[in-house]
């Protein structure tokens, strides 16, 4: 994992899973609310890129370009520069302390009980 810090001051967290994309953890600028424990407010954290895909005969079939020797299985599917597709949640103190606690279920046991 590596750290750093964004353009405007707010500590990130850059890795990778197991499929190789890259993922984040990143302080929000969004302010505090009341409710949460310790006034630490956000934390944005998932995939950072999508890479949406189409399945290489659907692709075809709509008149969509196939990356040269693709015949088969998924391709890239191109979306507009309009659209925003969100892949990170928005998660406030609470939260992160009830994934944390899943979590941690999960690495003590091996159940999300």
Not at 7 to 19: A, K, N
Not at 28 to 44: H, I, K, M, P, R
Request: proline share 7%; net charge negative; hydrophobic share 35%.
């Amino acid at each position: 994992m590596k750290y750093r810090k964004t353009q405007r001051g707010f500590e990130l967290v850059e890795f990778s899973d197991t499929h190789g994309d890259k993922c984040s953890i990143q302080e929000s600028s969004a302010c505090t609310v009341e409710g949460d424990d310790n006034g630490q407010g956000f934390l944005w954290i998932g995939i950072d890129d999508p890479q949406p895909k189409i399945l290489a005969t659907v692709a075809q079939r709509l008149g969509l370009p196939i990356p040269p020797g693709e015949v088969s299985g998924w391709v890239p599917y191109p979306i507009h520069d309009d659209v925003l597709i969100s892949t990170r949640m928005h998660l406030n103190e609470p939260q992160v302390r009830a994934l944390v606690e899943k979590l941690t279920a999960w690495l003590e046991s091996g159940s999300l009980k």
